[in-house]
Each structure stands twice: as C-alpha cells, then as structure tokens.
C-alpha cells in the first residue's frame, strides 16, 4: 500500500481526485462510495474536463432510502458531480433502491453480471474502487462482527445494519479483493484511532472490515494530518 499524507482535508480531497482521473483517464469500470468524506472529491470530478463517456459507474454500497433522500449515496454522487458533469445516464448503474432491499440486490448483481460478463461463479474486476472507513472501522456497509465479511464468492447482498436501523446494499468483500486498483480517501480526527489500526494493527477484518483489500501495493491512501496523526511516520 501507498500512504500520501496532506495538510488537510481539502489537500487529500484534491490529490486523490487527481489519482483517479488519471486511473480513468483511459475510462474503465468505477465504483465509488458515500458518506461525507467524498464530498469535496465530487465536486473536483463536477468541475473537470473529462470525458465520463468511457466510465461506468457503480457503488460500493448504497443506503436503501429514496434516490432523492439527503441520505442516499447516488444523491450525493449526482447533485455535486454527475448532474454538473452531465455524465452519461446509460454509464450510471445505481442500486435500485425503491425496490426493496433484497430485489434491489437482486438487481444490481444482475447488472453487474451483465455488464462485466461474468460467467457463474465469476466475480467482477472494477478497474478502480474509492472506498472510505468508519470511525468503527467499517468499509462499504460491512461492519464489524458482520458474517458477510467471510462470505468471498458473493457479488453483492442486502444488509440490516442494526446500529443504524437501516437496510443497505453492499458489494462483498470477494468484490472488493478482485478490484485492480483501491483508492482510500480517509479524513477527520474521528479516523485517527481506528485508522492505526486497519493500517499497523494485526489483520483482524472481521473487527476492523477496512482492512480488506487495502493493506496490497494496488491501494492508494489518500490521508489528511488529523487522519494520521496517529500513524508511524515511517
């Protein structure tokens, strides 16, 4: 793994913007994450000359709320990026949440599926994954003592997260494994502590789920000072 550390959030924010629009700058298969975190990322994609007619886009994990909710992950992605961008709608493959958590898993397997071409028992290989952790060190929706975390053959599945009173849909860590690239966007004091953990700590992912695929020399941390301030400086 690469650790780029910046001065603050906005530093991160732009650095790790500039790393994936030249991962893509050949477009490819993108899944991004929500969360507050991107935000300011987003918004760099929103303003960039780029041609997003070669990117297709998927989620890491989406919240089983209306797309039009504050608390969706396509919401944010769409109001400070893909509607100013005008990125083709045909290229979106968002999870279809007004369909239920369960259809909606359903749905976007099927998606993906197709989109990749996958034959049964294939897993995807995005070409770039942007994925962020929780000060619990939870990544996507997989959150500690979760079973799914075990589950490597599976593309994607509904999941309660019972600390939030939610339904969300979560591409599964087999997924996450297979990306060809990883960028982590991590900012805030909030991360400090667990942040020592998922990158010094003993690989324990079913307590700390960030660690899966994000320890390997094809991920980028993208890190602000508050971030690491507890890592070793080597």
């Not at 309660?160 to 805030?188: C, F, N, Y």
């Not at 010094?200 to 079913?206: C, I, L, M, N, T």
Request: aromatic content about 10%; charged content about 20%.
């Amino acid at each position: 793994m690469r650790l780029h550390r910046y001065p603050d959030a906005e530093a991160a924010a732009q650095a790790c913007a500039a790393h994936v629009l030249d991962r893509l700058s050949s477009g490819g298969n993108f899944a991004i994450s929500g969360g507050s975190s991107p935000r300011r990322m987003f918004e760099i994609f929103g303003q960039a000359r780029f041609d997003w007619s070669r990117v297709h886009l998927f989620w890491v994990d989406e919240r089983v709320v209306p797309a039009t909710d504050a608390q969706s992950n396509y919401k944010l992605a769409f109001d400070a990026w893909l509607s100013p961008a005008h990125f083709p709608s045909s290229n979106i493959h968002r999870v279809q949440t007004e369909l239920g958590p369960r259809e909606a898993a359903r749905v976007y397997i099927g998606e993906i599926r197709r989109r990749f071409g996958l034959k049964p028992a294939e897993l995807p290989r995005f070409d770039l994954i942007h994925r962020g952790i929780g000060p619990d060190g939870h990544t996507a929706s997989l959150f500690p003592g979760e079973p799914l975390i075990a589950d490597a053959a599976g593309i994607a599945a509904p999941i309660w997260v019972e600390k939030m009173s939610q339904w969300r849909v979560t591409l599964l860590p087999g997924v996450l494994e297979a990306a060809r690239h990883t960028v982590m966007l991590v900012v805030g004091a909030d991360k400090t502590a667990v942040l020592r953990e998922v990158l010094e700590g003993q690989y324990r992912p079913s307590q700390y789920p960030a660690q899966i695929a994000s320890r390997r020399e094809n991920c980028d941390w993208f890190l602000d000072a508050a971030a690491a301030a507890g890592l070793s400086e080597t």
